[in-house]
Nanobody
Framework: QVQLVESGGGLVQAGGSLRLSCAAS????????MGWFRQAPGKERDFVAAINRSGGSTSYADSVKGRFTISRDNAKNTVYLQMNSLRPEDTAVYYC???????????????WGQGTQVTVSS
């Protein structure tokens, strides 16, 4: 089984930055696109960003464009989410996942991490 472990979450003031990491087990990591999602209490899990197998193509939710950057280091089996200019609305649990389908729907992702809490204070 593939296992994903997120880290790097915490409490940050509005306007600050945070870098999340997702470490994956197994050598199958290089062969799959990866994505980040987030979920606030009482809300649905929303797409944040995705990256292709090589790292040369990325996509972002409109709410984070220009502020967040997804990247990956296949040699380290790790995907990152650099978050800048954070806002209170970014507060959520952030999850990384492995993509197997053609869309950004959560149903297109088969393995999920446990999540890491990001809290942005004003």
């Amino acid at each position: 089984q593939v296992q994903l472990v997120e880290s790097g979450g915490g409490l940050v003031q509005a306007g600050g930055s945070l870098r999340l990491s997702c470490a994956a087990s197994g050598r199958t990591f290089n062969g799959y696109p990866m994505g980040w999602f987030r979920q606030a209490p009482g809300k649905e899990r929303d797409f944040v960003a995705a990256i292709n197998r090589s790292g040369g193509s990325t996509s972002y939710a409109d709410s984070v464009k220009g502020r967040f950057t997804i990247s990956r280091d296949n040699a380290k089996n790790t995907v990152y989410l650099q978050m800048n200019s954070l806002r209170p609305e970014d507060t959520a649990v952030y999850y990384c996942a492995r993509r197997t389908g053609p869309t950004n729907s959560p149903s297109a992702y088969d393995y999920w991490g446990q999540g890491t809490q990001v809290t942005v204070s004003s």
